[in-house]
């Protein structure tokens, strides 16, 4: 069967129908009370026309036929008779959502009854268990449940059977279908509240724990502002800029005086080399004079490079001291307020969003609200129709 050619029959209902919650979590019972009428007249159908289906797609008429009558829904919450239809919109009312609109913010259950994961829920009712061979054909067909119409403050269910007993029987386990849907709704809300009272302390440990590396970091921060000759990133970055310039140029120059003792060095050991060479061949003699005064300057130029390598090494130090606080001011200004602190706000609003989402729940379990039960009979009365299905 396509399901184009069922879209006729098949009635699609809104969770929040067929789902409930009860009062002090006791669960859910059908009324044993029901009581069966049989109605006066002849349903008829078409097959093509009424049924959108053929002979082939229903493979057993029924013969009987089920009216019931289930209380409307407060606004917004009307049953879609449409296959597979999505609803999401925003709350009807203003201002602070009520109860009502709590589910409103994402797409809504649908319930198919030419589904075979919803047949078979049927029949796997108590009540089915009573089905006649033919009832349970005509239910796997997906025919067995359909909606015509109905007033403002109701909605029309029609039922199908085989039989005037199967008829009774298919009523019951269409009600103890909602039912169940209703238990599961019930079980769905106990269990968001056990996952939110697991989950809030878990998130007050992280917010904890997120606040102590917060405080750690402001400790820190507050401490090297006590270092340093400015109190907003914006003096740091300049500064950092300054000692940047002052480092490059110092480091420059520092290569230079490294370069210039190098050579003087090398020049004195050539001068070494040449007045001991000479000393072994002549003895002292005028060049020793001029060679050991030439040593006397280069190793006193030697010193005073040597002085001043160390002042720039110095140089050096202090500004990439002076640069590193400065860096450490700005990248612990940006990390407490561009990640701590919005990691702790963040840990904030989870957790506040679990306590409200507790309450909200805490608030459906204590006093559910009325289209959120099982939807009753009203009268408490079903009509049992002949029905005739013409080819």
């Given at each position: 069967?396509?399901?184009?050619?069922?879209?006729?029959?098949?009635?699609?209902?809104?969770?929040?129908?067929?789902?409930?919650?009860?009062?002090?979590?006791?669960?859910?019972?059908?009324?044993?009370?029901?009581?069966?009428?049989?109605?006066?007249?002849?349903?008829?159908?078409?097959?093509?026309?009424?049924?959108?289906?053929?002979?082939?797609?229903?493979?057993?008429?029924?013969?009987?036929?089920?009216?019931?009558?289930?209380?409307?829904?407060?606004?917004?919450?009307?049953?879609?008779?449409?296959?597979?239809?999505?609803?999401?919109?925003?709350?009807?009312?203003?201002?602070?959502?009520?109860?009502?609109?709590?589910?409103?913010?994402?797409?809504?259950?649908?319930?198919?009854?030419?589904?075979?994961?919803?047949?078979?829920?049927?029949?796997?009712?108590?009540?089915?268990?009573?089905?006649?061979?033919?009832?349970?054909?005509?239910?796997?067909?997906?025919?067995?449940?359909?909606?015509?119409?109905?007033?403002?403050?109701?909605?029309?269910?029609?039922?199908?059977?085989?039989?005037?007993?199967?008829?009774?029987?298919?009523?019951?386990?269409?009600?103890?279908?909602?039912?169940?849907?209703?238990?599961?709704e019930l079980k769905f809300w106990e269990n968001e509240q056990k996952r939110l009272q697991q989950e809030i302390p878990i998130q007050e440990q992280?917010?904890?724990?997120?606040?102590?590396?917060?405080?750690?970091?402001?400790?820190?921060?507050?401490?090297?502002?006590?270092?340093?000759?400015?109190?907003?990133?914006?003096?740091?970055?300049?500064?950092?800029?300054?000692?940047?310039?002052?480092?490059q140029t110092t480091i420059i120059d520092q290569a230079s005086r490294q370069a210039k003792i190098m050579a003087i060095r090398e020049f004195i050991a050539k001068n070494q080399a040449i007045r001991s060479n000479n000393s072994a061949k002549q003895g002292s003699g005028h060049n020793d004079i001029d060679r050991t005064a030439i040593l006397q300057k280069l190793e006193q130029k030697l010193v005073d490079e040597t002085i001043e390598l160390r002042s720039i090494e110095a140089k050096v130090s202090a500004v990439s001291s002076v640069l590193a606080r400065a860096k450490k001011f700005v990248n612990l200004d940006h990390h407490i307020t561009k990640n701590v602190n919005r990691s702790v706000g963040s840990h904030h609003a989870r957790l506040n969003d679990l306590k409200d989402g507790l309450k909200k729940v805490e608030s459906v379990l204590a006093d559910p609200e009325p289209h959120t039960k099982p939807p009753k009979v009203l009268e408490n009365k079903a009509v049992i129709y002949p029905v005739e299905i013409k080819d």
């Amino acid at each position: 069967m396509t399901s184009s050619s069922k879209s006729g029959l098949t009635v699609v209902l809104i969770a929040l129908f067929v789902c409930s919650l009860v009062y002090a979590n006791e669960p859910n019972v059908v009324d044993p009370e029901l009581k069966f009428e049989t109605g006066d007249k002849v349903w008829i159908f078409d097959l093509e026309s009424d049924l959108k289906s053929t002979v082939e797609m229903l493979p057993i008429k029924p013969i009987y036929g089920v009216k019931l009558l289930l209380p409307a829904l407060p606004y917004g919450y009307y049953p879609q008779f449409r296959k597979h239809q999505s609803i999401s919109r925003p709350p009807r009312s203003k201002g602070k959502p009520t109860p009502s609109d709590r589910d409103w913010n994402v797409n809504k259950q649908i319930i198919d009854y030419s589904s075979d994961e919803v047949i078979n829920a049927l029949l796997g009712t108590s009540a089915a268990q009573s089905f006649s061979a033919g009832q349970r054909q005509l239910c796997k067909s997906g025919y067995t449940v359909t909606h015509y119409g109905g007033r403002r403050d109701a909605y029309d269910i029609s039922l199908f059977a085989v039989s005037e007993e199967d008829a009774k029987a298919m009523t019951m386990a269409f009600l103890e279908f909602l039912q169940k849907e209703a238990d599961k709704e019930l079980k769905f809300w106990e269990n968001e509240q056990k996952r939110l009272q697991q989950e809030i302390p878990i998130q007050e440990q992280k917010l904890k724990e997120a606040e102590q590396k917060q405080k750690a970091l402001q400790d820190e921060y507050n401490e090297l502002k006590k270092q340093v000759y400015y109190s907003t990133t914006a003096v740091a970055r300049e500064t950092i800029t300054e000692m940047n310039k002052i480092l490059q140029t110092t480091i420059i120059d520092q290569a230079s005086r490294q370069a210039k003792i190098m050579a003087i060095r090398e020049f004195i050991a050539k001068n070494q080399a040449i007045r001991s060479n000479n000393s072994a061949k002549q003895g002292s003699g005028h060049n020793d004079i001029d060679r050991t005064a030439i040593l006397q300057k280069l190793e006193q130029k030697l010193v005073d490079e040597t002085i001043e390598l160390r002042s720039i090494e110095a140089k050096v130090s202090a500004v990439s001291s002076v640069l590193a606080r400065a860096k450490k001011f700005v990248n612990l200004d940006h990390h407490i307020t561009k990640n701590v602190n919005r990691s702790v706000g963040s840990h904030h609003a989870r957790l506040n969003d679990l306590k409200d989402g507790l309450k909200k729940v805490e608030s459906v379990l204590a006093d559910p609200e009325p289209h959120t039960k099982p939807p009753k009979v009203l009268e408490n009365k079903a009509v049992i129709y002949p029905v005739e299905i013409k080819d």
